[in-house]
């Protein structure tokens, strides 16, 4: 029988996939290969910590795409959306005839199909939502699947195959392939969603804020009557889009926030180790204690993030109990405040920040949790938004609470308009008029060799980059390592 659909392939079948690396992608990769089906992929430049996931999982990654990568020719090729049209695996793809579809398509028939499905979705937070609600999930004994844009460290990688009748995966609002122009939370099945945040992104396939507004709205019209929204009660987008929500708005629309919603945290206690903080659930007019929780994280975003999963829990009937110890012992996501080490004295963290709200954010999250270090922030513009002028002044203000800011060029501008490209040094310049000391560098290199000349024991580097950013953070961990060991540490 001719295989046509993914549903119809046998254990041990080949599954190729195209854009192997990216953060969906490679989970998909290992779900796959978990449920025995023999598995390839094809990247152009492979970078931890998906490649290494990848190739821990006895995949090859094929670099660069080439029509070779078809051959032998594969049962069935899931295509990755930074793959076009006019790719050489894609056109051999077409040439062949082999059966294909996108991975979110691929995730909802295979992979969700009937559970209940778990979309953690918004501007910003949904990877550390997510990976939130996962262990969460999978501490309460429910036996989740689950997908994560990141790798949580409670799991040690990206994805889970479920044993239980829930999914909890990372809904992104990206274009699902070039074949299917529909963002990929489309094809999740959502009963439950938790929205974080909306604003602006993505500027190379969205035109304005009401283009990103129409993409979260198809979302919010695919929740069922007996589904699930949890929505964040301080972003007034988030507010306007869940009115059109199908679920119940009486009893299945939740809303979550600091000073507002059903759900309201307030913080107890902010240090090296997290934070301490308090839920209480109104309703009614009447308040409800949920108790104190400990986490990891720090930031009020990271707060809300763990306060809508709490909210969820609450909503679905965990025991709350068992969700407060699963949060006490979570313990985080890399590349989201990830201590990178210490080398004489200096403390080197990695972010995944780049929108101008998740640098500002982060940036303060960190400042709270490491009062009186002095701050270098250290920032590659690498996403497709950040790489071009859209929001070139926004990223001043998201700046200010850094004490030094080193800014490195943009990321491959080659595709878009001169006009339209983002500008390190304008920023540079503008926050020097704001009284900030601040730098453009050609690259990694330059950074580090500053980094190295100007850090002192007991100052902090927070790098943020949404991308490999040229090895910086093993190039600055060795070079500080090699200056403490030659001169000793720097007072």
Request: proline share 4%.
């Amino acid at each position: 029988m001719e295989v046509k659909q993914i549903n119809e392939l046998k254990p041990g079948s080949h599954i190729h996939l195209m854009g192997v690396c990216g953060t969906a992608m490679a989970s998909l990769a290992g779900l796959l290969k978990d449920r025995g089906f023999k598995v390839t992929g094809s990247e152009l430049n492979p970078y931890p910590p998906m490649s290494t996931q990848i190739e821990n999982l006895g995949i090859t990654i094929m670099k660069p795409y080439k029509a070779e990568n078809l051959h032998p020719k594969p049962d069935f090729v899931i295509v990755g959306n930074v793959i076009s049209a006019n790719n050489p695996e894609a056109q051999e793809l077409m040439k062949l005839g082999i059966p294909y579809t996108s991975l979110p398509k691929a995730m909802g028939e295979f992979i969700i199909g009937n559970r209940e499905s778990i979309v953690i979705s918004g501007t910003h937070g949904k990877t550390t939502t997510t990976s939130l609600m996962a262990w969460v999930a999978t501490e309460v004994g429910v036996e989740p699947g689950f997908l994560i844009g990141g790798i949580a460290k409670n799991f040690s990688k990206s994805f889970q195959n479920p044993k239980g009748n829930f999914f909890v995966i990372e809904g992104d609002e990206y274009d699902t392939a070039y074949f299917d122009k529909v963002p990929k939370f489309i094809h999740y099945r959502p009963r439950h969603v938790i929205l974080t945040s909306v604003e602006f992104d993505h500027a190379d396939i969205y035109a304005d804020l009401q283009a990103v507004k129409n993409a979260f709205s198809s979302l919010m019209k695919l929740i069922p009557v007996n589904g699930t929204l949890m929505a964040c009660a301080e972003d007034p987008i988030v507010m306007e889009l869940s009115q059109l929500a199908k679920a119940n708005i009486k009893t299945n629309v939740k809303t979550y926030g600091l000073t507002q919603g059903d759900y309201r945290a307030t913080v107890i206690k902010v240090q090296d180790n997290g934070s301490l903080f308090n839920v209480s659930y109104h309703k009614n007019g009447q308040k409800t204690d949920l108790g104190d929780y400990q986490v990891c994280l720090t930031g009020d975003y990271n707060i809300l993030n763990t306060t809508a999963v709490i909210g969820l829990a609450h909503s679905l009937g965990w025991d709350l109990a068992q969700v407060k110890k699963a949060l006490a012992t979570f313990q985080g996501v890399k590349r989201r405040q990830e201590v990178l080490g210490e080398p004489g004295g200096v403390l080197v963290i990695e972010d995944f920040a780049h929108h101008p709200t998740a640098v500002r954010e982060t940036i303060k999250g960190i400042v709270a949790k490491y009062p009186g270090r002095k701050l270098f922030a250290v920032f590659e513009p690498r996403s497709a938004t950040s790489r071009r002028k859209v929001f070139q002044k926004d990223y001043v203000e998201a700046f200010k609470q850094a004490d030094q800011i080193l800014i490195a060029e943009a990321f491959d501008q080659g595709k878009i308009d001169t006009e339209n490209r983002f500008s390190s040094a304008e920023l540079a310049q503008d926050l020097t008029r704001e009284a900030k000391r601040a730098q453009a560098y050609p690259g990694a290199d330059s950074i580090v060799a500053d980094l190295v000349k100007s850090s002192r024991k007991g100052d902090l580097i927070l790098i943020m980059s949404n991308g490999g950013f040229d090895g910086i953070y093993t190039k600055l961990i060795s070079a500080l390592e090699a200056r403490s060991a030659e001169i000793g540490t720097p007072i």
